[in-house]
């Protein structure tokens, strides 16, 4: 199990995210504010013929409504690193390798947005 509280940074401002949920195969993470700003980390495993383990981090907060700016509404967006192995012949150290390269890909030069702003 991951220590709690997890850290995570989000647009420059560093976040303690409590555990609020733990299960064998699952662990919730979050923090709120009293403006309605919410993180919540999720990360969770599955063991078997395939080997799955999920992060997920997601932000809800409140926006102008573009219809009408003096509204606000609730919005929320999310992202997922998901790894998936076989649970013979692919060693952790080795999905590691993977997940590190392509961690470090997306962060480069910006490529998270250019993939959210639609590039292939």
Not at 96 to 120: D, M, V
């Amino acid at each position: 199990m991951l220590s709690d509280p997890q850290s995570v940074t989000f647009n420059a401002v560093t976040y303690s995210l409590a555990r609020i949920s733990a299960g064998a195969d699952q662990s919730v993470y979050a923090y709120n504010d009293t403006t309605g700003f919410k993180l919540q980390l999720t990360v969770l495993h599955a063991f078997g013929k395939r080997n799955r383990a999920v992060a997920s981090l997601s932000w809800t907060g409140y926006s102008a409504d573009p219809l009408v700016p003096a509204n606000s509404i609730l919005v929320q967006d999310q992202a997922s690193l998901s790894i998936n192995w076989p649970q013979v012949g692919v060693t952790t150290p080795q999905v590691n390798f993977t997940t590190q390269a392509l961690l470090a890909w997306a962060a480069a030069s910006g490529l998270a947005l250019r993939i959210a702003n639609g590039e292939t």
